[in-house]
C-alpha cells in the first residue's frame, strides 16, 4: 500500500521490544495510514503482522486514529486488521466492496429526459470530473483529482466509459469500464459501479449508464464481466442481481462509533506512535 502513502493526513507505527538472535530490538508489528474521505471521515490503511498479538495491535492502531481524527472506518477482509477488536469497541458494519460478475446484461434503460450519454472521449474535462466527483459522498470513495478525470486515468477506456451530462452540459453521472484480453478467449470487461449526483439518484440515470456501457462491451465481443462497487446501496445492489450479475467477493467496511476515544481505552503492552 506505498502507493497511497501520500494521500494520507496521519499515520501510526505499533512497536514492541522483542529478541532478535539474542538481541533486544524495537520491531514495528503494525502501522496504519488515514487517507482522507469527503463524507466519512478517514480511511484506515495499512494492517497487522500476524501474531498473538494480532487483535491488541489492531486495537491500538483503530485507537490512535480514533483518538486523533474521531471518524475512521476500515474495510473487513481479515487479513490487514483483525475485525474482532473493532466490532468489541463499537464499531458497525456500514457499507461494503462488492465484486458483481457475470455476462454483461441485456437491458435497455433510457436516460432521464434531458440527460445524454456521451463516451468520456467526448466529454470535456470539467464535465468528467464533475461525474466523478458523484462518488465522494459513498463510504468507500475519497475526494477526486484533476488527474483522475484524464482518459485513460485507472486504466479505463475512455471509448467504452460513458459519461451524462445534463441540459447545461453538466457532468452528472459516469461509469467507466476497460476491456482486458485474456489469451486467445473473448476479452473480459472490467467496470466501476455507476456513479449518479445526489440529485439524479431517483431516476433511471443508474440504469441507463449501466445498460449504455454493456452494450459498448458486448459490442467488443466481451462475455462476461467484473464490476467494483464500494458503499453501494441495497437497492443498487438489488437491481444488479436482478439484472443477472452476482456476488463474486465482498468485504464489509466498518466504521467507528461517533466522537472521539475515550482516553485510556485500547491501550496495550505494545506502543502506538504517530508517523
Known sequence: MAWMA?????AWLVSEVQVVSGQAREVVVGAAGARPSPAHGAELLGGVFGGLRRAEVTALLAGAARQALGRVYAFADGRLFSPEPLLQAGWREVGAYRRLEGRPPYRVAAPPPGVQLVSLAEAPAPARL????????????????????????GGFDPALSVVALDAQ?????????????????????????PGVA????????RAALLAEVCARLRAQGAAHLSMDSWGDTPEELAHDLGWGLHVGDETPIL?????????????GGAVASGA
Open 130 to 153: 464533475r461525474a466523478l466527483q458523484s462518488f465522494e459522498d459513498r463510504i468507500g470513495h475519497h475526494a477526486v483529482t484533476p488527474e483522475a478525470a484524464q482518459a485513460g486515468a
Open 255 to 267: 466504521a467507528s462509533p461517533e466522537g472521539p476515544l475515550p482516553l485510556g481505552a485500547g491501550e
Open 169 to 193: 452540459g453538466q457532468g452528472v453521472g459516469v461509469c467507466r469500464a476497460t476491456l482486458d484480453m485474456a489469451g486467445d478467449g473473448p476479452p473480459l470487461a472490467r467496470l466501476d459501479a
Open 198 to 205: 445526489l440529485a439524479w439518484r431517483h431516476t433511471s440515470l
Open 6 to 10: 501520500d494521500s494520507c493526513e496521519a
